[in-house]
């Protein structure tokens, strides 16, 4: 059974960096599919952030694109998130999830780690 | 990019009774080659991260009760709960694979009248 967990710092300052880690169990990474950052802010709908393949290969955002960069790390079966510069608007419950990767680009997210809220303020 | 439109907003519905949630795309998320839409839904309860129901529009996913169900085609989407049960109260999303950025509907609130 696959199960991924999401992990870290829960404040951030306006303009750092937030940087989260996905820690996936059940499942190597190396073995397929994408792996995919999704964010929710209070109240609305998800957002994607971006995606990576064990290969490297990624996907993201247009909208985050030139303040996002999602990696993996293969030896600890992990992947993970990096987001500067950021403000108010960044605060989310930040997801990490299985990307299914039958199509270009990948489809839909299962399943989907219990999420961590990110509040961004001084 | 496309956007993802679902109606109603929320809807309250009896035990039993049929729910009906829509998602329409601003732009066709069917690829005519392989005559698949591109199009999952996704159940969330509070406090709980999405959950897999249905992708390809119409697939649904090992595990999920057949009384939840996904039609249509192009741009207008539908998921159809046959038999409301409690368990069912939740906020439903359409999410769109057909072309980055991958985008989600705003969301649809179910809840029991």
């Known amino acids: 059974q696959v199960q991924l967990q999401e992990s870290g710092p829960g404040l951030v300052k306006p303009s750092e960096t937030l940087f989260l880690t996905c820690a996936v169990s059940g499942y190597s990474i190396s073995s397929g599919y994408y792996w995919g950052w999704i964010r929710q802010p209070p109240g609305k709908g998800p957002e994607w952030i971006g995606s990576v393949h064990h290969s490297g290969s990624t996907y993201y955002n247009p909208s985050l694109k030139s303040r996002v960069i999602v990696s993996v790390d293969t030896s600890k079966n992990q992947f993970s998130l990096k987001l500067t510069s950021v403000t108010a608007a960044d605060t989310a419950v930040y997801y990490c999830?299985?990307?299914?990767?039958?199509?270009?680009?990948?489809?839909?997210?299962?399943?989907w780690g219990q999420g961590t809220l990110v509040t961004v303020s001084s | 990019d496309i956007v993802m439109t679902q109606s109603p907003d929320s809807l309250a519905v009896s035990l039993g009774e049929r729910a009906t949630i829509n998602c329409k795309s601003s732009q066709s998320v069917l690829d005519s080659s392989n005559n698949n839409n591109y199009l999952a839904w996704y159940q969330q309860k509070p406090g709980q991260p999405p959950k897999l129901l249905i992708y390809w529009a119409s697939t649904r996913e090992s595990g999920v009760p057949d009384r939840f169900s996904g039609s249509g085609s192009g741009t207008d989407f539908t998921l159809t709960i046959s038999s409301l049960q409690a368990e069912d109260v939740a906020l439903y999303y359409c999410q769109q694979y057909y072309s980055t950025p991958l985008t989600f509907g705003g969301g649809t609130k179910v809840e029991i009248k």
């Open positions: 999830a299985r990307h299914f990767a039958l199509t270009t680009p990948p489809g839909w997210f299962d399943p």
